[in-house]
């Protein structure tokens, strides 16, 4: 699903007003575009910049200053370096797309390190999957009541697309 996001965000969504962007991906351990060679193998897009075998937060920190993305992706963050880095990307006007553990924002809460993004507002979307093997998707999303500084769960067909 991240990688489907990341391919449609880059291309930009056929017969829709939106336009493709550029997006950069660190991608660690190489399970969202697995390069080879310095080609990636899966489609993610032909406005993407992938950066691998490096960690997030160095990564992330890489491409805000040198290769000008609108959006920044990386999967399974949770350590403070990573924080620390989706921060100044928040900091330089870059949206994000992160992937965490966890199934209620109750569990996202319980690491330290993003329970501090969540405690700053840092999301404008949280996004639950289904981990039911019969229903894939998207199970819950919640939106940032910016005015009263919760976040509130909103129904499936508003947009999450909001870059």
Known sequence: MLRDLIRRI?????????????????????????MYRGIPQNDVGIRTDILDGITKHLGMTMLIRSMSPKVIVADEIGNMEDVEAIRYGICCGIKGIFTAHGSTIEDIKLNPALNKLIENYCFE????????????????????????????????DESIYNF
């Open 125 to 156: 979307r949280i996004i639950f999957l289904s981990d039911k093997k019969e229903k894939c998707g998207i199970e819950r999303v919640y939106g940032l009541n910016k005015q009263e500084k919760i976040y509130v769960q909103i129904k499936s």
């Open 10 to 34: 880059s291309n930009g969504i056929e017969g829709a007003q939106f336009k493709g962007i550029n997006i950069g991906v660190v991608d660690e351990r190489g399970e969202i575009a697995a």
